[in-house]
């Protein structure tokens, strides 16, 4: 499988459906530690997204995911916007104008986005963000590529699984960052909205490719 643009652009496209489908999903997570709009917004930011795209078709990888920050950074609320902006753009710019994403790049991309959200929202692995699914996403897909995978699907599928795994362990973590923090020890119990909608990216990643 080759992850050039039309790679990019399925996957954005796989991103704006699972964000419509499991958009009542996410307002309920955040619902129970934030402020009930999670998935509303990331639904209407990746519809956003797919309008640009066909506005604007873009000739590389990189410039989809720039296309993609720009459009969510204006059309989502709350924290997620600039969060999730910032992810794509540092993607976009650790991707520069290859038409094609090898694994070590996209290795290298989610490493550049984790660390946009980190510089962005000031969170560690275990504050209960979506740093939480992330980090162990981006350590999955480097380790993949270290060890000489020569075929994209098998990175993509180690970052998504990491990644899911690592929203579900959000669940018994007490909040340390965001609005979930206000709550305390009542955050306990409740999967980090973010998280899950980062498990979603990248599990749509893997369909794209499949």
Request: hydrophobic share 50%.
């Amino acid at each position: 499988m080759v992850l050039d643009v039309n790679w990019t652009v399925k996957w954005l496209t796989l991103c704006a459906q699972a964000m419509a489908e499991h958009r009542v999903e996410l307002i309920e997570l955040d619902r129970a530690i934030g402020d009930s709009d999670h998935g509303e917004n990331m639904d209407r930011g990746f519809q956003a997204v797919l309008d640009k795209l066909s506005d604007s078709p873009p000739e590389t990888p990189g410039a989809a995911l720039k296309l993609t920050a720009m459009t969510l950074m204006s059309k989502v609320g709350g924290a997620a916007g600039p969060l999730y902006g910032t992810a794509f753009l540092r993607a976009a710019t650790s991707l520069g104008d290859s038409p094609e994403i090898a694994p070590a790049a996209w290795a290298g991309a989610l490493t550049a986005a984790r660390d946009g959200i980190v510089a962005r929202g000031k969170a560690e692995p275990g504050d209960k963000t979506m740093v939480d699914a992330w980090t162990p996403a981006a350590e999955a897909a480097s380790q993949a590529a270290a060890d000489g995978s020569p075929d994209a699907l098998t990175v993509l599928v180690a970052a998504a699984e990491a990644a899911e795994a690592g929203a579900v362990a959000t669940d018994p973590l007490v909040a340390r960052k965001g609005r979930a923090s206000y709550l305390g020890e009542r955050s306990a119990g409740h999967r980090d909205p973010g998280a899950a909608s980062s498990a979603l990216i990248l599990r749509a990643a893997v369909k794209a490719a499949a």
